[in-house]
């Protein structure tokens, strides 16, 4: 083997062991926050057919991660950091199997410039420590596009056979995967009728295979999806959407400085960016980044490669079909809704790329690349490698640091998504009181005594005509949520015993003395507000149930203590029967 081939794989092995590094670094203080502990909480079921009974009866997400995580938890156990190596692993898996389709398809260049941009991608490492499946979605898009390239240069069975595979695990690991499987057929179809290429039917057939093992689960999701939109409130009342959405997605694609993983902002500000970096860290962290790779992906356009054309399509095709489909209010669209076409993107930018003669300025991009990322990632408070506060594990620290003493006597309600908080305190009786489900599902049993509503009122088919606005300006909670207290925890309560409630995301309680101005200014049962007074609409019926659980222990129990732990968005109040 001659130096340059020594080099060249020294070089790849530093790249990838850079990238499984990056990936890992303080993984031991990594916690996992309501939507992980979500998906821990449907993989740690009994067995397969547990988890697709949990999640074939109320869920909108796909079950193939679900199942993964469950094998993995078997074998390595639940703690925080082995089931984080999961998505670790499938982060690290998309920066090589990225390197071997850009080297395949396109050239070996290109797989070097794919590895180095994944490597250092501050969207990708950010995704590695979150136990969810958008980690897993790159790798699977890439591999996707791989054997959809083959078959339509070449048509051979077994590729076509690996293709319906990948899309099939795609629409099962995604709960919206079936529109970026759907527009390949659709782009791939129009290219082989083009060409005049031969294999049309079998093409037709590895696809049809495909989208009717999708059926099953497209009727489910769509009776899910029509319950979901006639609760109370709608999940469409918490993600906001508009069009400055795509200037996001450029910069958390292609930057390491990282923009809404949360939420879409009301708008994108460019002139904020740079007021908020300064002028040199902008030029450094964003306009250098996107400059190069708007430039990869411009160079990549004039080869006029039909592989990186078909590749383009599909991924312009994709994000204007979910912004159109956002925008008409059919599905949500956040930034991780799209990552499985990140590393679809930095393929044809890595493709564009490679078309730089020169390699010495090759080699000084990637190294700038490369040494701004790091130094960003190390010095940046946002920086991808710092660990998010979880809700669940602060409120267990907070009790613990105390040394409350909690016994198998006492119940601990969180409203939001509270029922998770087993992961990180095992102790006591956790009450299943779901707010999120009461807000937004229109079957759960507890709506109507909450918000007094009966049932020719249950059955008025347009929501926003519930009679709301006389419940959001009671001073008093309702007598059956009181009743529901009383008899479900409150009368099964012994003399010593504890009621630990929990208020979380505190951003969304409004405080006392401006509830009242809320709720006179906005008539929450109006069935024309606007995106900005759905959302108030919510944080008022999310302050108001809260303040209602608050009264009624109050009310019932004694106050005993009071732990204030706002700076981690959370507040635990202990009341003890007397």
Known sequence: MDKKKILYFCLLGMIFIAAFVLRIYNIEYSRLWIDELYCFDIANK???????????????????????????IKIF??????????????????????????AKLFNKKTGVIFSILMAFSAIEIFYAQELKFYALLPLLSVISFYFFSKITDEFRQKDAMLLALINFLIIYTFNIGIVFVALQFVIGLIFLLYKNKQPIKSYLLSFISVFLLYVPYFVFQINVYLAAKSGVCSVFDMFHFDFCFIFTVLQDFFTPVLKNLGNNGYYYDIFSEIKNLGIFKFAAYIAFFLCLNLYGLYKSIMTKNYKNLLLLVWIVSSIIVLMLMAYMQIIPLVLRYILILHSLAVLSVSFGLSQIKNDKVLYVLMFFVAAISLYNFCTDKSSPLQKASSYHYDSAYILKSQN??????????????????????????????????????????????????????????????????NYAMSEQPPESLEKYFIENYISKMKKGDKFIFIESYLGYIIPDDSYPVWVSMLNIDNTNLNEKERRFR?????????????????????????????????KIFIFQKV
């Open 46 to 72: 009994s067995g397969v057919a547990e988890i697709l009974k949990t999640v074939l009866s109320s869920d909108l997400h796909a079950p193939v991660f679900f199942i993964i995580l469950h094998y993995w």
């Open 538 to 570: 919510y944080c008022i019926l999310y302050t108001k149930v809260f303040n209602d659980i608050f009264k009624i222990l109050s009310k019932h129990l004694m106050p005993a203590k009071m732990y204030d732990g706002s700076k981690m968005d959370t």
């Open 77 to 102: 156990s639940a703690s925080d950091k082995m089931m984080l190596m999961l998505t670790v692993l499938a982060s690290w898996g998309s920066v090589i199997a990225g390197y071997f389709a850009g």
């Open 404 to 469: 409350e003493t909690i016994t198998q006597n006492d119940y601990i309600l969180m409203p939001y998504m509270g029922r998770f908080l087993y992961k990180y305190l095992p102790e006591g009786r956790h009450v299943d009181f779901r707010l999120e489900e009461i807000l937004c599902s229109s079957d759960y049993p507890l709506i109507k005594q909450t918000f007094g509503l009966n049932d020719e009122q249950m059955r008025v088919e347009n929501k926003r005509e519930l009679p709301l606005q």
